[in-house]
């Protein structure tokens, strides 16, 4: 067989070599960086929110006599519930995570 005989590089192709080598290194190494950076984000927000799965609570919320619940929504950290009291509109809203009451609002037709 035959082999083929590599010519050796110039001074300017050695250059050029190099400079690609270096960029490929940085790139190499940000790529790295950032993905530990993601990986650390998800870890982090996995173990953080570990804790809060423990905690239940056992709630009966009273409703006036004659309410009836028309609607539930989600609002970011809160549990909206919006209640028919005898005509009237009425929407409550808890804490999503600790189910405390948290506000009322009330809606009446003008007379």
């Known amino acids: 067989m035959t082999e083929t005989v590599v010519p050796e590089p110039s001074p300017e192709q050695a250059a050029l070599f190099a400079r690609v080598r270096r960029m490929m290194l940085i790139a190499g190494l940000t790529t790295a960086l950032a993905i530990c950076a993601v990986l650390i984000a998800v870890g982090y927000r996995l173990f953080k929110s570990e804790g809060r799965a423990a905690e239940t609570a056992d709630i009966t919320a009273t409703l006036p006599k004659g309410a009836k619940i028309v609607a539930t929504a989600v609002a970011g950290d809160r549990l909206v519930i919006t209640i028919d009291v005898g005509g ?20 009446a037709n003008e007379p």
């Not at 009237?88 to 809606?107: C, M, N, S, Y």
Request: net charge positive; no cysteine.
């Open 88 to 107: 009237v509109t009425e929407i409550r809203t808890f804490d999503a995570h600790t189910l405390k009451p948290v506000g009322r609002l009330k809606f």
